[in-house]
Each structure stands twice: as structure tokens, then as C-alpha cells.
T-cell receptor
Framework: GENVEQHPSTLSVQEGDSAVIKCTYS??????FPWYKQELGKGPQLIID?????GEKKDQRIAVTLNKTAKHFSLHITETQPEDSAVYFC????????????FGKGTSLLVTP | EAQVTQNPRYLITVTGKKLTVTCSQN?????MSWYRQDPGLGLRQIYY???????DKGDVPEGYKVSRKEKRNFPLILESPSPNQTSLYFC???????????FGPGTRLTVT
């Protein structure tokens, strides 16, 4: 499948600081970009998503921005808390199949008190 | 409670011994999918299904089979498991495959 590159692979921030995770994708026809949070021992859970007709979406402390021209999108977490510590995955829909997602390799976020 | 369930959660088996991992969802979702998660490789799709009797290959289908005889169930079958299929497996479902996917808790499989 098409590639989704995710950076950084690990991120450590202090409680209260902001965290930013960036993804780039190669399929210019991708139109759906979800972000998943995976806590230890659990399955991924959707935290926010954005579609290609929107440039930014916010939900409390979490926001996602999308730049379709540059083919990149980012997750922003403000006022981080220890419970934000988890692995975060970005994903992009595939144009050759409307029913599949290409996932990034994940970012392990650690928020230290 | 809306959920995706998988069984078993943990499985240790030997090379060549056929096994099935079950997946069931209670949300009346059309779309179901299987992923495997390996360190450094993220989530890779194995198979997906858009509806009963409709299945298609994902990125890494070799060595796996699936079936969708009922809307709620989507079992993953390993006819002859090999050690390179040792992994963490997730089942997911979604209303139509173009939006949110709900993941199960995972099945950790070890093939010796």
C-alpha cells in the first residue's frame, strides 16, 4: 500500500507542555485521516479524524491540521497530562480501496509529571 | 455495550497446527477487518470484509484465511501457522469502512 510516514517515533514531554506528531502520506487521493491512541494492552481507539475538505479540527485539548498540498497532517495535544502517555497512530485512506487505511508506524508519547 | 470481542486473547501454538481466532461485533457494522501489529512496523491489514460473503485481501494476506458468513462474525484462520506469524492481532469493525474503525482488545499469538 501507499506509505504513511510518522515522526517522531518517540516523544517525551513534561506535563503541561504541548506535543506535536507529524505524518506525511503519498497517495494524493487520500481523503480521510484518523488518529488513534493505543494504551498498553488495549486496541487502538479513535481520538480525532479529519476529512480532506477541512483544514483543521479541534476537540478540547486535541487538534489535527491537514495540508493537502504538502500531503501532511499533524496531531497537536495541548496541556498534556500523564494519562496522554500512549502510542499514537496516524492513518490515511487509500484511493484504490475505499475500505482500507494505511497506518503510520506509531509514536510513543511519554508525559512526565 | 458496543464492542468488538476477540478470542482467545492469548494463544501459544506449534508450527503447522491449524487455529482460528474469532471476532465478533455487536454494532451491526458492515465493515470488518483484521490487522497484525509488529514492533517497528505498525498496523498492517491482513483481510477486510465489506459485507456478508464479501472479503478482500489487505497488505499481508499470505498464510491467512477469513470468512464472513454472518454480519457480526469475522474469524481469522491460520491453516498452517509458522513462526513468522507470531504477532499481535486486532480485529476492527466500522459502519462502512470509510470512517471510524472500532478495534478489539487484541490477540497475542506465539507460534513455536
Amino acid at each position: 500500500g501507499e506509505n504513511v510516514e510518522q515522526h517522531p517515533s518517540t516523544l517525551s514531554v513534561q506535563e503541561g507542555d504541548s506535543a506535536v506528531i507529524k505524518c506525511t502520506y503519498s497517495d494524493s487521493a487520500s481523503n480521510y485521516f484518523p488518529w488513534y491512541k493505543q494504551e498498553l494492552g488495549k486496541g487502538p481507539q479513535l481520538i480525532i479524524d479529519i476529512r480532506s475538505n477541512v483544514g483543521e479540527k479541534k476537540d478540547q485539548r486535541i487538534a489535527v491540521t491537514l495540508n493537502k498540498t504538502a500531503k501532511h497532517f499533524s496531531l497537536h495535544i495541548t496541556e498534556t497530562q500523564p494519562e496522554d502517555s500512549a502510542v499514537y497512530f496516524c492513518a490515511a485512506s487509500r484511493s484504490n480501496s475505499g475500505y482500507a487505511l494505511n497506518f503510520g508506524k506509531g509514536t510513543s508519547l511519554l508525559v512526565t509529571p | 455495550e458496543a464492542q468488538v470481542t476477540q478470542n482467545p486473547r492469548y494463544l501459544i501454538t506449534v508450527t503447522g497446527k491449524k487455529l482460528t481466532v474469532t471476532c465478533s461485533q455487536n454494532m451491526n457494522h458492515e465493515y470488518m477487518s483484521w490487522y497484525r501489529q509488529d514492533p517497528g512496523l505498525g498496523l498492517r491489514q491482513i483481510y477486510y470484509s465489506m459485507n456478508v460473503e464479501v472479503t478482500d485481501k489487505g497488505d499481508v494476506p499470505e498464510g491467512y484465511k477469513v470468512s464472513r458468513k454472518e454480519k457480526r462474525n469475522f474469524p481469522l484462520i491460520l491453516e498452517s501457522p509458522s513462526p513468522n506469524q507470531t504477532s499481535l492481532y486486532f480485529c476492527a469493525s466500522g459502519r462502512d469502512g470509510t470512517g471510524e474503525q472500532y478495534f478489539g482488545p487484541g490477540t497475542r499469538l506465539t507460534v513455536t
